[in-house]
């Protein structure tokens, strides 16, 4: 049966007018590349060709407690002394060096927060095919703090090509209702090869950092046991990590999205 698609050639570009240029993302990455220290320390690795990476970050013999921790933030919102110390567990050299090689500049977390997904919750658009709305260049951190092994994957990412033509074809950042779970019918419609889909399995502990905005992903609710996830979303910036989280703004809650930064726009 032949798909029938209500797609906006194009629509990433209202999507970069609104976070790049009216929000000032893009003046920010520009600036922060600009004044960057340590280009000598950048590497042309797997996060800027693949446009996702997984690691161990922490052992799984610690993610239990941890995930008794989270249950206990769940409704009283974000640790963020937990959600920092996580951070610089992930933040190793080498992760470093792959994250400034991605930015061409430094970075910090612009929010971060802890996830219960459980296996009853209602589907949401995030689980169909989709990649982050936002500026051009953001990275999402899922820190897995429960394995794929007995729930399965949380997140299944497609190989980067596809992304291109698909940008171009109004499927990336469509209305919502136009979202598909099954990419093989939408590649056929368009008359686009097929897309490759990377399952990716995790332990506990395992960490994946990924081009949110430049790789079409979606979520897949666990099997049977509810999983628990710490996120965090990273944007270029003109000073450390360090120096950006000690200033004690950032990370804003989860769920905040990308406010203007200052001197752009205020939003509404
Ligand atoms: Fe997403």
Partial sequence: MQMELQLTPQAYKAVEQEFD????????????????????????????????IKFAALSG????????????????????????EILARVFTPEIDREI???????????????????????????DAWHCGAGPSRFLRVMVCLTGSAKDGPATLFCE???TAPLKEAGYVYCQLENRVVDLNSLT??????????????????????????????RRLLPKHEPRYVMAATLIPTMISWRQVTDAGVLPLPPGTGFPPLPGFAEEG
């Fill in 160 to 162: 980067r090509p596809i």
């Fill in 100 to 126: 400034i090689s991605y930015f061409g500049s430094e970075y910090a977390p612009i929010e971060a927060g802890f996830f219960e997904t459980r296996p009853d919750e209602p589907v949401e658009a995030t």
């Fill in 61 to 84: 013999s610690e993610c239990p407690d941890l995930c008794a921790r989270i249950r206990e933030e769940l409704d009283g919102g974000t640790d963020r002394t937990l959600a920092l």
């Fill in 188 to 217: 056929d419609a368009l008359g686009l090869e097929r897309a490759v889909v990377v399952e990716m399995d995790v332990e506990p502990g395992d960490t994946i950092i990924f081009d949110s905005p430049g790789i079409l992903h």
């Fill in 21 to 52: 240029v009216r929000r000032g993302y893009a003046k920010q990455l520009i600036e922060a590349r600009r004044v960057f220290q340590r280009r000598a320390q950048m590497k042309a690795e797997a996060l800027g060709e693949a446009g996702f």
